[in-house]
């Protein structure tokens, strides 16, 4: 289990993936968007080496997220490009406050800027939605937790982007930790089986989690002494009973169509972790512009 249990406050600087992380992605975007013959209307209307000065605008309120990563698109078509960051990741933006000014090659900045919007709008939507969710349950004693329901490929940036808004991370993959659910369970013939199989496969520096959705499972994980129990759909009179059968034995984690609606009932149930697929799967873009200043 992958959390991140200091959840950095709103405007502290957040460490930014590795560049091997994101580079890879930017350029695979470029590639995508260029194809093999280039920007043809950029090339044909503006001149080779003419400077240009652009805005990245934030045109809805929202939370910051990915701001220099993106950005980075344009220093792949033109090293020379200067970047100037007036928000941080994990700082709030206000409707129509630019966030960063770029300066470079008019070229290099017209042909990086859908890919840098793209990419930018992604992130902070995740943020912003994770922003909503954090505040929800704000003094509640519980966290918000993404899931691995990510965009292929953009994982590692999504799950920065739930830290960006106040959230943490669930497990980043299959290999940094065990979650034992029904399918598991029914190839296994039983919550025991499973659970045994899992902890002699994958010794005692894993955490094993096992997914239950009854109360009666929940005694069977905990007299088996798993780490963390997810407890899957279930309503808040149910969960305050898990919180109490449990007494602290294990983590709990509620799961399963939890909305902004429905967030601080569940989050005062006193479990511990709230795990919110939509943040990562289905926030909305967050409403980003790239405007041009004027010739330099």
Known sequence: MSSNKGAKAAGEALPLPHALLWEPLLRRALR???GLAGDLTTDAIVPAGAPARARIVARADGRIAGLPIAA??????????????????????????TVAWVDGEARALLSGERVCLNLLGRLCGIATATRALVRAIDGSGARIVCTRKTTPGLRALEKYAVRCGGGENHRFGLDDAVLIKDNHVAFAGGVRAAVERARAHAGHTVKIELEVDSLAQLEEALALGVDLVLLDNMKPVTLRQAVSLTAGRAVLEASGGITLATARAIAETGVDLLSVGWITHSAPALDVAFDFAAAV
């Open 32 to 34: 995508e968007d260029l």
């Open 72 to 97: 980075g698109a344009f220093r792949l078509l033109d090293s020379r490009v200067a970047i100037e960051l007036l928000r941080r990741d994990g700082e709030d933006a206000a409707a129509g406050e």
